[in-house]
C-alpha cells in the first residue's frame, strides 16, 4: 500500500519578495529618517555657527583694528567710534537725518557693538536663539533702512547701485536667524539642549 507524505505548499516567488518588500520597509524607512534628521542637524549647525561668526567678526575688527574693515588706528580700543563712519554717510532712506544723528552716540555705540557680540556668541553656541532672532532681526533690519536698498538715487542725485531694492543679504540673514530659531538649532552640536535644562531657562521659554 502506498503511502502519501503530506506536502506543504510553497508561496509563490512573487508573494514572499512581496512580504519581505512590505517588512523590510518600517525598518529602511527608520534608518533612511535617522540619516535625514542627522543631516539636517548638521546642516543647521553649520548654518548657525557661520552666521554666528559674520557677527563675531564684525565685532572683533570693529574692535581691535584686525586691517580687514577696519584699520587698527580706527579702532574701538583706540577711540574710534563704530557706528560714526557708517551711520553718518547714510545717503538715502527717510530715516536719513535719524541716522546721522546717532552717528558716534556714546550709546549707539555701546549698543551696536555689543548686539554683534551677543548675537555671535548666541548663535556659535547654540543658546539663547530666540532672543538673538529678535535682536539680530531688529539690528539687521535698521542696517537694512541705513542702506536702503529701495532706492534708486542718492540725496545727492547719484545711482544707488542697489542690485536689489528688497532681498538683499540683510533680509536673507533675518530669515535665517528666524528659522534657526524655530527649529532649536542649537539643540544639535551645540549647548541648546543644555541650555534648555536650565532652571531658568525652563521657566522662561524666551529664553531658549
Do not use: C
Not at 74 to 98: D, E, I, M, Q, Y
Not at 171 to 194: F, P
Not at 195 to 200: G, K, T
Amino acid at each position: 500500500m502506498a503511502v502519501h507524505h503530506a506536502h506543504t505548499p510553497r508561496m509563490p516567488h512573487r508573494f514572499t519578495a512581496r512580504l519581505h518588500h512590505l517588512t523590510a520597509q518600517p525598518a529602511e524607512r527608520a534608518v533612511a529618517g535617522t540619516t535625514a534628521s542627522a543631516a539636517m542637524a548638521l546642516a543647521l549647525a553649520a548654518a548657525r555657527v557661520s552666521l554666528g561668526f559674520v557677527f563675531l567678526w564684525a565685532f572683533l575688527d570693529k574692535t581691535f583694528g584686525l586691517g580687514y574693515a577696519t584699520r587698527n588706528a580706527n579702532s574701538w580700543l583706540n577711540g574710534a567710534s563704530p557706528t560714526k563712519g557708517f551711520l553718518s554717510h547714510v545717503s538715502a532712506g527717510p530715516l536719513r537725518s535719524t541716522f546721522h544723528h546717532w552717528a558716534g552716540q556714546a550709546w549707539a555705540d555701546w549698543l551696536f557693538m555689543l548686539g554683534l557680540l551677543g548675537i555671535g556668541l548666541a548663535l556659535i553656541g547654540g543658546i539663547g536663539l530666540r532672543i538673538a532672532a529678535a535682536s539680530g532681526t531688529l539690528l539687521l533690519a535698521m542696517m537694512w533702512a541705513a542702506e536702503w536698498p529701495p532706492a534708486r538715487h542718492l540725496a545727492n542725485g547719484a545711482a544707488s547701485g542697489s542690485s536689489n531694492p528688497v532681498a538683499d543679504y540683510h533680509l536673507v540673514y533675518a530669515l535665517l536667524l528666524i528659522v534657526l530659531a524655530a527649529a532649536s538649532a542649537g539643540d544639535g552640536w551645540g549647548l541648546g539642549r543644555r541650555w534648555a535644562a536650565l532652571p531658568v531657562v525652563r521657566d522662561h521659554p524666551w529664553l531658549r
